[in-house]
């Protein structure tokens, strides 16, 4: 069965600090993985995405990494703002099948003064 | 404003009344999709289209759900005769078929129901 798994539920962190989202996924055959922000109350938006052959992508302070062999990815905040609070979303794309996204639950973060 | 758009933004309505809301995609996108999120929890996928034709509906969406997308453009969702279990924010997205297809999400409807 297709499962994205996100890790930890919620994490709290201060200012200034890094921090690392998790996300395992179970999907096959594999095509994609997004990682998208949702602060409260507004839609997803998009921050990265990598297929099969990238193993790292960057977007300002945001690392996203893939390792295809364990099927694991992860987002990293580099000194953390109180604007990054938000649910972090990981959306798996599979290559066949019609609807092919696989989203996880999220991981809402908190970062304070 | 060429994002995606919903109205309305929040909508309280008592239980059994029907409801209507509206997506208007990017402009040139091709596919629409329709999700529903509660709280904690990461958007479920309801249906989505290509062009005017819905492709596949999740078994979320019960008889009382209904999605169209006549021309090809804009998007409603119906939910008839409510229930309280239906609150939650309805979000919208839309892309363009490419390779990397990726979906740009609309600001959501937030439906309570009492």
């Known amino acids: 069965k297709n499962q994205v798994e996100q890790s930890p539920q919620s994490l709290i962190i201060l200012e200034g600090k890094n921090c690392t989202l998790q996300c395992n996924y179970t999907v096959s055959p594999f095509s994609n993985l997004r990682w998208y922000k949702q602060d409260t109350g507004r839609g997803p938006v998009s921050l990265t995405i990598?297929?099969?052959?990238?193993n790292t992508k960057s977007n300002g302070r945001y690392t996203a990494t893939l390792d295809a062999d364990t099927k694991q990815s992860s987002l990293h905040i580099t000194a953390s703002q109180l604007s990054d609070s938000a649910s972090y979303i990981c959306?798996?794309?599979?290559?066949?099948?019609?609807?092919?996204?696989?989203f996880g639950t999220g991981t809402r973060l908190k970062v304070l003064a | 404003d060429t994002g995606v758009s919903q109205n309305p933004r929040h909508k309280i309505t008592k239980r059994g009344q029907n409801v209507t809301f509206r997506c208007d995609p990017i402009s040139e996108h091709n596919r629409l999709y329709w999700y529903r999120q509660t709280l904690g929890q990461g958007p479920e996928f309801l249906t989505y289209?290509?062009?005017?034709?819905?492709?596949?509906k999740s078994r979320l969406l019960s008889d009382r759900f209904s999605a169209e997308r006549p021309k090809g453009s804009f998007s409603t969702l119906e939910i008839q005769r409510t229930e309280q279990g239906d609150s939650a924010m309805y979000l919208c997205?839309?892309?363009?078929?490419?390779?990397?297809?990726?979906?740009?999400f609309g600001p959501g409807t937030r439906l309570t129901v009492l």
């Open positions: 997205a839309s892309s363009f078929l490419t390779s990397t297809d990726t979906q740009y």
């Open positions: 959306v798996v794309s599979a290559r066949t099948g019609t609807y092919k996204y696989i």
């Open positions: 289209f290509q062009n005017e034709a819905q492709l596949e």
């Open positions: 990598m297929t099969f052959s990238e």
